[in-house]
């Protein structure tokens, strides 16, 4: 949005993240580079191949890792491309790298687009959409998963001077310019939930406090609070931020979550419940394929070995079996080059030393992640 609106859009408190720092590199350095490398950030390449298919005045090519390069992105590819964005692949169909020519002129202002891939691949559209000569009007086909970040990206924009109207799955977006506005970033829930589960695993009365947290957020994974108050944890919103508290034991030992909305807490709660033996029945995971890894797949491995089975008796459906957790010391946890399965299990150590292999992953979104650990009295060695 910054870099669309010509730097009019000013940012406070923006996250050290290598993710973040990704973004903003490859953008500030957009008139001197031809090919545009986004490692593992898969929000940069969803966002970057949207905004150069219509804001590039030069032929570029955007890639990303071996993994990034296994990311499908055909659904947004085939949208831009209906739009009159000129975008082919450079190796194979559907995947990065992408060549994307400057754009020429808008053939469709109308685009339909499948609500249960990727919200990325929707706030991408929504982004570039006041920039388009015809606008953009956006059918999101049922059923939307991660609702919330489609709502969060048009409320930033709406904050930067963006009309909109939306009806029912339909969003409409006329011509227009992003204004001047200074938007201070908003502390990551997603980051906040590890915290949440380490509360839960604590003993009663251990508290931390959590800087730069809302309780009015457009974040969906803000419902990590409400999920963990069945974990026995308390929180409490102060000036500038919230504190959580352990207060009760569990208070229920079966659970059914539905994901849908928040896919990225999957890899905080289960592990969590999992030594908390609350057993889980679950929905909205489907979408945890195609992320850094297959998170489902790498969930099942690593529960596994706390004897913790997740199984998916019918399509859709999940459960997670945790009447029988036990934990030997030292286990081992493959992070799959995911830093959501290294800050997941991370807790764990709460009652059992484990051993965390390529600890580094936590850069992609939260580089203090381990200093912080250690701040609350985690002991962690190298080897």
């Known amino acids: 949005m910054q870099a669309l609106s010509n730097g009019k859009i000013a940012i406070d408190n923006l996250s050290s993240a290598r993710?973040?720092?990704?973004?903003?590199?490859?953008?500030?350095?957009?008139?001197?580079?031809?090919?545009f490398d986004v490692l593992d950030a898969g929000t940069a390449m969803r966002f970057l191949t949207a905004y150069f298919s219509v804001a590039s005045k030069k032929e570029v090519v955007l890639t990303g890792t071996d993994r990034m390069q296994k990311r499908p992105i055909g659904i947004l590819v085939n949208a831009l491309n209906s739009i009159g964005a000129e975008i082919s692949y450079e190796k194979e169909e559907g995947y990065p790298p992408l060549k994307i020519k400057p754009f020429k002129q808008q053939?469709?202002?109308?685009?339909?687009?499948?609500?249960?891939i990727s919200s990325q691949y929707i706030s991408a559209l929504l982004m570039i959409a006041p920039s388009l000569p015809q606008g953009l009007e956006i059918s999101i086909e049922p059923p939307v998963f991660s609702k919330p970040y489609i709502d969060m990206t048009l409320g930033l924009m709406q904050l930067s001077g963006i009309q909109y109207s939306e009806n029912e799955n339909v969003i409409s977006i006329k011509p227009q310019n992003y204004q001047e506005s200074t938007q201070s970033v908003e502390s990551d829930w997603s980051a906040s939930s590890y915290w949440f589960s380490i509360i839960a695993q604590s003993k009663i009365g251990e508290k931390v406090f959590l800087k730069g947290l809302k309780s009015k957020s457009f974040q969906g994974d803000n419902v990590i609070k409400e999920i963990s108050e069945?974990?026995?944890?308390?929180?409490?919103?102060e000036k500038n931020g919230v504190t959580l508290e352990k207060r009760d034991e569990?208070?229920?030992?079966?659970?059914i979550l539905d994901f849908k909305k928040c896919p990225d807490l999957a890899q905080t709660i289960l592990p969590c419940a999992a030594s908390l033996n609350v057993n889980l029945e679950m929905t909205g995971l489907e979408s945890l394929r195609i992320k850094e890894t297959d998170r489902i797949a790498a969930l099942q491995n690593e529960l596994s070995k706390f004897n913790c089975p997740l199984t998916e008796p019918e399509k859709?459906?999940?459960?997670?079996?945790?009447?029988?957790?036990?934990?030997?010391?030292?286990?081992e946890i493959e992070t799959y080059e995911d830093h959501r399965m290294a800050m997941g299990f991370a807790p764990l150590a709460m009652k059992h030393g484990i051993q965390i292999k390529d600890i580094e992953v936590v850069n992609k979104s939260y580089p203090s992640y381990w200093d912080d650990l250690k701040l609350f009295g985690f002991e962690l060695i190298e080897q």
């Open 316 to 331: 859709g459906s999940w459960k997670l079996d945790s009447s029988n957790f036990t934990a030997e010391e030292g286990i």
């Open 107 to 116: 053939i469709s202002s109308k685009i339909s687009i499948p609500g249960n």
């Open 19 to 35: 993710d973040t720092q990704t973004l903003i590199k490859l953008l500030k350095n957009e008139k001197d580079l031809n090919t």
């Open 230 to 237: 069945n974990f026995g944890v308390n929180f409490q919103f």
């Open 250 to 255: 569990i208070q229920k030992q079966q659970l």
